[in-house]
């Protein structure tokens, strides 16, 4: 046993685990990115009909075996449609180099000012149930989408984001995008969500705060025009029934995370103590 031992160690290099070691992160990842999205019913069919394939070779079935056969030989350009999303989304995150404007790391005056913009204007909508939707911008660009609103590039600021919200507003219905410390762009359009385990009782804003998100690394934050709920979109979730101290908290550790670290935010809106149940998904009961 000894000699067989040493036989396989002699063998084996530094290089082959290296090789080991690279390949079962990299399916591991593959494996987290696909339970994160909706491939993951996707693979469960490709695994399905793989299995009937196998098993109609078994117990030959070879008229069924031959359909199957055929069919795998078109079987990549058909994956490659199928997970054309979660492909794109997988390679925008692979060429993410860093979260927000790197003007504000380190900055924490610059930072807390925005941030307290932010909050001011938010926790005013809440209040009087004006409902609004600001997608804060980072490492993915959101130029085409600012293309087809009104480009305004001002300073942030609390009076400034009352005035675009304003229910007599040409833009109120639209989107605001905030580039670092700018208000980059208002007006805008967004794509809304195709998924089909969104609540219905989710409004436009939602979806499209959802969809936004999906596309993009984006944070979107939604105010309910019906009950003044504020909730939060990152990575094609919601996460709903924050209160102003949560948001600010979340806001704070997303501009001055200087280590460029985006989980901090995922795992505080996970243990936002208000945020349980339903109420924590992105199918939940609240209206736009």
Known sequence: MKDILANLTAQISIFDIIDVLVVAFIVYKILGFIKDSRAQQLVKGILILVAVFLLSGL????TLNWILRSTMTVGIIALVI????????????MGRAGILSERFLGDKNKAKYVVDAFVDAVDSFSSTRTGALIVIERAVSLGDVAENGTILNADVSAELLGNI???????????TIIRGEKVFAAGCVLPLTARL???????????AAIGITENSDA????????NGIISVA???????FLDTKALEKMLLSLYLD????????????????KSKGKDNKTGGSENA
């Open 258 to 273: 200087e280590e460029g670290d985006n989980n901090g935010i995922l795992s505080f809106l996970k243990s936002n103590g």
């Open 165 to 175: 919200f304003y229910k007599g507003s040409p833009m109120h219905d639209g989107a």
């Open 59 to 62: 117990l030959h079935l070879n």
């Open 219 to 226: 944070v979107a934050i939604v105010v309910s025009e019906e």
């Open 197 to 207: 385990d969104v609540g219905k009782e989710l409004g436009t804003r939602h979806r």
């Open 82 to 93: 199928l997970f054309q999303p979660e492909l794109r989304r997988a390679l925008e995150r």
């Open 234 to 240: 990152r990575d094609g979730r919601i996460n709903r």
